[in-house]
DNA sequence: TGAGGCTGCCGCCTCACAAG
DNA sequence: CTTGTGAGGCGGCAGCCTCA
């Protein structure tokens, strides 16, 4: 497990550790996929007040009181199609701190205990008194309004208020902008909501698009004379295309989608693969897990994927866990830049970066904070796929994000070859997948999961 | 040189399917 | 019970070859 940049002398966290002290805790918000109620009622105190955020299955928004002091709230999902995915936590302590939790875990028994998982921990001070918010400012704080507001918990927390509650340190979720000081946070909050977002000001607040945003504001842009190469890590497989990959692999530059959504489809779907390494589980390496085939119920490859006309075999890289063979259910996005062959000199990038592409986005690579990364790191609940990062379509002018899950994690600058490799989970360089010898695990034909299908 | 036919490319339509 | 996309099938068209 890794952890916050402050707190890396302790390898491990344990959820106890988290939610600690928890006499102390007044109220928290917390959401993730797979919940154990009674497992976790016992790690708040029972007078805490909770908002459980939770997948429905059904697709249908809903609150419900679910336990003393705990309501359960669900999100709208269109059509029932995807899932609430994110992982958080809200812990607002009686002293006025806020600690902010973003995971890959669920909440349950066996993602704390017997798999990999990557949690990100900050605590925000309470400011003295509230100050108010520019509206047009986007940031952490007002990216977590939005999930809040996305994922249903402002009629919880009304019902919470307006019943027992009334005194909760949360009045209104907007508060989160006002009352607390974020500004020692340097995560950047990337969330995907649910649905159809139209238009520029929308499609950068969510998904890829608002991974793109990100990295523009920290200078995470990947330098001219440089080239991205991405090692995308998760627990799921996706339906890639070389056109969604492009995609993705634009976006992860810090380069707008404007420069290519006008572009025919004919063409686009014949462009080579951008640097992207996929990594996932070989079928061998399950096997020889410290858990065995038993343990791969997390991991998701079918078949039809793997075989498909046009499916990306060759970007198919092993993932080991730096740990021993435990099976990680982190899911992270390394971006890195090396240089291109042929790569222009220290002398000649000066003058590239003040020539070239640079759209819209003025801030960028300006100021103080570029210190020059050499890559940055996402980590959340994200997996690699369309359907947790959204596909982009309609044009340059009035583009289209469609997401079908809610998904949450956050991106941090690195500034070191010593800080990416302490940051990956994974055993570094990936090996890539022998063909003929490795295949990915596909949970299906496994001899543990027999009722499939 | 012109008619006819073969071939490959492109665009259009329909259908199936999406992930943890 | 969405919306968008890729695959696959089909037809039109341009280019080229062959033969009269």
Redesign the pocket.
């Known amino acids: 497990m890794h952890v916050d940049k402050q707190k890396d002398t302790r390898p491990v966290f344990r959820l106890t550790e988290i939610i600690s002290p928890k006499e102390d805790i007044e109220f928290a918000i917390v959401s993730a996929?797979c919940w154990n109620f009674a497992w976790m009622y016992q790690m708040f105190d029972h007078k805490t007040a909770v908002i459980a955020v939770d997948h429905n299955p059904r697709g249908e928004a809903s609150i419900k009181a679910i336990l003393p002091n705990w309501i359960r709230t669900t999100p709208f999902l269109?059509?029932?199609?995807g899932?609430m995915?994110m992982k958080f936590m809200l812990l607002f302590y009686k002293t006025g701190r806020l600690r902010i939790v973003v995971s890959t875990a669920n909440l349950i028994e066996y993602d704390w205990r017997d798999i990999e998982n990557t949690v990100w921990v900050q605590d925000i001070p309470k400011l003295p008194s509230p100050v108010a918010a520019d509206p047009k400012q986007e940031n952490f704080a007002s990216a977590m309004v939005r999930v809040l507001h996305g994922v249903n918990v402002a009629p919880a927390l009304a019902n919470l208020l307006s019943n027992d509650h009334p005194n909760l340190p949360l009045q209104r979720i907007e508060h989160l902008r006002t009352h607390w000081d974020w500004s020692k946070v340097k995560a950047a909050l990337v969330p995907s909501i649910a649905g159809?977002h139209e238009g520029w000001p929308k499609v950068i607040l969510s998904g890829h698009t608002c991974l793109m945003k990100s990295l523009q504001d920290m200078g995470g842009k990947t330098p001219p004379d440089k080239e991205l190469v991405l090692e995308c890590q998760g627990?799921?497989v996706?339906?890639y295309?070389t056109?969604?990959l492009n995609e993705f692999y634009c976006s992860a530059r810090g380069v707008s989608a404007q420069t290519w959504l006008d572009e025919?489809?004919?063409r686009r779907?014949k462009l080579p693969f951008p640097p992207i390494r996929i990594l996932f589980p070989t079928a061998r390496y399950v096997r020889e897990s410290v858990l065995g085939e038993a343990g791969g119920g997390t991991m998701?490859c079918r078949r039809?994927q793997w075989a498909g006309?046009?499916f990306p075999r060759e970007l198919f890289h092993q993932m080991k866990s730096k740990r021993g063979r435990v099976l990680m259910h982190s899911k992270m996005v390394l971006g890195t830049f090396r240089d291109k062959r042929g790569g222009l000199d220290r002398h000649a990038r000066s003058a590239a970066r003040s020539d070239s592409e640079d759209e819209d986005d003025a801030g960028a690579d300006s100021g103080e904070k570029d210190k020059r990364l050499v890559g940055w790191v996402y980590v959340g609940s994200h997996?690699f796929?369309?359907?947790?990062w959204g596909?982009?379509?309609?044009s340059a002018f009035n583009p289209?994000l469609?997401i079908?899950?809610y998904e949450l994690g956050v991106v941090l600058p690195l500034h070191s070859q010593e800080e990416i490799d302490r940051v990956a989970c994974w055993e570094r360089p990936p090996e890539k997948y022998v063909s003929g010898r490795d295949e990915p695990w596909i949970q299906s034909e496994s001899a543990a999961f027999v009722e499939e299908g």
């Open positions: 996929f269109r059509g029932g199609f899932c995915h159809k627990s799921s996706g339906n295309s056109q969604w025919k489809k004919a779907a998701f039809n006309k046009n997996n796929t369309p359907s947790a596909t982009l379509s309609g289209t469609n079908t899950n």
